[in-house]
């Protein structure tokens, strides 16, 4: 997939796969081949930085428009993404998997 901003770009490696990019954190939740045993997945902070998705917290925003609408945030801290999230909760990244199942 092109990737015109990284503001809410993730990737993904597999064993033995070449890097995968996404334009949205929601895209990397909703594809099935990220969830092989060993993959290593990345997400942008809304700071800026990178963070592997079992360290960041996650929000999804009622008024951030991210490139495929999920509207999923990556942040560092939990307080940040709870404050951010519409219902103000703060996810792990097994909840922010099901948003791209049920999309």
């Not at 990737?3 to 597999?14: C, E, G, L």
């Not at 081949?33 to 079992?54: F, I, N, P």
């Not at 917290?57 to 490139?67: I, K, L, M, N, Y």
Request: proline share 4%; hydrophobic share 40%; with cysteine.
């Amino acid at each position: 997939m092109l990737v015109s901003s990284d503001a809410n770009a993730a990737q993904s490696r597999a064993p033995g796969q070449p890097t995968r990019f996404y334009d949205d954190i929601g895209c990397l939740a909703g594809d099935a081949d990220t969830r092989a045993e060993g993959t290593a997945r990345y997400v942008r902070l809304a700071s800026g930085g990178w963070a592997a998705t079992d360290a960041a917290w996650f929000a999804r925003s009622g008024e951030a428009r991210t490139p495929m609408d999920y509207g999923v945030l990556a942040f560092a801290s939990e307080g940040e993404a709870q404050a951010a999230d519409r219902d103000g909760q703060a996810r792990r990244w097994p909840a922010v998997m099901s948003f791209g199942e049920t999309r």
